[in-house]
């Protein structure tokens, strides 16, 4: 089955504990990204990578890394998380971008609280 | 940066109307791409419909069409024959070269 994989979906943690969390995509997409969504904001693009060790900011990449050092995996860590950036997280892949029949495919979800 | 606007926080259609869902953008970009995106309660995100910025031909996909006003920058979403299924938020989105720009989306319900 194609699909986008996240884990973990639920993580409550403290302020400036590392974490990171993890994307893996089975489709050989050339494209990832990682998008936060907050209420009345939409979805706001953190990063996002064209290809293996190409990726380039988003819109709010402070605060986060990111790396693609194979094409599967696009994991986002947060050095030293803070409240702020508690949040619902999704990690999407698509062939390439906006190409025609080539939908970005989500996955589903990581739900953070830094408390 | 660009900035995508959803001037309609929330909006009701009973099923089988048709409902629009309005967006507006702003770029000084020529070549782009804009989508909708429907998220239903299960948060899944999903696409409807994308349009490629050259094409003056409005994009459709079943009982979704959009229309796309270039020049004024606009991008809305036609639903004919509103389902209960089609209630979601839905995302309008812009994207160049791979760097994407949601709105803050339209809850829409649809009632039976």
Redesign the interface.
Known sequence: EAQVTQNPRYLITVTGKKLTVTCSQNMNHE?M?W?RQDP??????IY?S?NVEVT?K??VPEGYKVSRKEKRNFPLILESPSPNQTS?Y?C?SSLT??G?YQ??H?G??TRLSIL | AQTVTQSQPEMSVQEAETVTLSCTYDTSESNYYLFWYKQPPSRQMILVIRQEAYKQQNATENRFSVNFQKAAKSFSLKISDSQLGDTAMYFCAFMKQGKFYFGSGTKLNVKP
């Open positions: 494209y990204s998008y009345g904001l939409g979805l706001r693009q996002y064209m380039d988003g819109d619902l999704f999407a971008p906006g025609p939908p970005q989500f589903d979800g």
